[in-house]
């Protein structure tokens, strides 16, 4: 015995049913992207619109494929702050000198590597230690050779008897300890230029301009003693 046949009006219902599903998913997703990337630029703008209390030249430049970026100018020195992800703000300066040593700074974990590598330049750097507990306690610095011995003496010199930090680590200490910052990297290498990457627990520095002056003041006065001088 032959099975029933199947209605065409069933037939059609399933066909265009499944042709709706496979329709309407990929739509979907790709308003949620659409809909999310609106937000995040929405949010980029207000973002640019307080670093104009601050900077001049400020302008959002939207991303091809990667993060969309805000530059400015911070006393006539080009900048960039990206936000990659939403706790997540880098700031890249623009020099016209690229460093010409690899450096890294960064908040100390849990585990206290000997190590570093800077990814962009194939580069492994050693820990430098200042034996100060001011700096070795909260940052941990890598560098190779002689740039790290100089960057462990310029560390020090800063860094009086009594009395606040100086030069190189009053500059350090300040980007450690900024508002709702939870982790801070700085990368300096010649084929990465100078970048500093915070990951934030909070929103706080996201509105305070003042704030955002101190980074990007710091991190240029960083890149004067360890690239100009």
């Known amino acids: 015995m032959s099975p029933p046949a199947i209605p065409g009006w069933i037939q059609a219902f399933v066909i265009i049913g499944i042709g709706l599903v496979v329709l309407l998913i990929p739509i979907k997703v790709l308003f949620e ?79 206290d590597w000997g190590f570093a590598i800077v990814w962009d330049s194939f580069r492994v750097l050693r820990r430098v230690r200042t034996h100060d507990p001011l700096i070795d306690e909260s940052l941990a610095i890598y560098a190779s050779g002689v740039f790290g011995g100089y960057l462990r003496e310029l560390t020090l010199d800063g860094i009086p008897a009594q009395g606040k930090p100086t030069g190189l680590a009053e500059s350090l200490v300040v980007l450690r300890r900024l508002p709702g910052v939870h982790r801070m990297k700085l990368v300096m290498s010649p084929a990465g230029g100078f970048r500093l990457a915070l990951r934030l627990r909070a929103d706080d520095i996201l509105y305070r301009p003042d704030e955002l002056e101190a980074v990007v003041h710091h991190a240029y006065r960083l890149y004067d003693l360890l690239v100009l001088s």
């Open 33 to 111: 992207m659409t809909k999310g990337a609106r937000d995040r630029m929405s949010k980029l703008r207000d973002f640019a619109g307080r670093l104009k209390e601050r900077f001049a030249a400020v302008r959002v430049e939207r991303g091809v494929l990667g993060p969309s970026s805000v530059r400015f100018t911070h006393e006539g020195r080009p900048a960039i702050f990206i936000r990659p992800e939403e706790d997540e703000l880098i700031l890249r300066l623009e020099p016209k000198v690229r460093p010409g040593s690899c450096m890294i700074v960064e908040t100390l974990g849990g585990i």
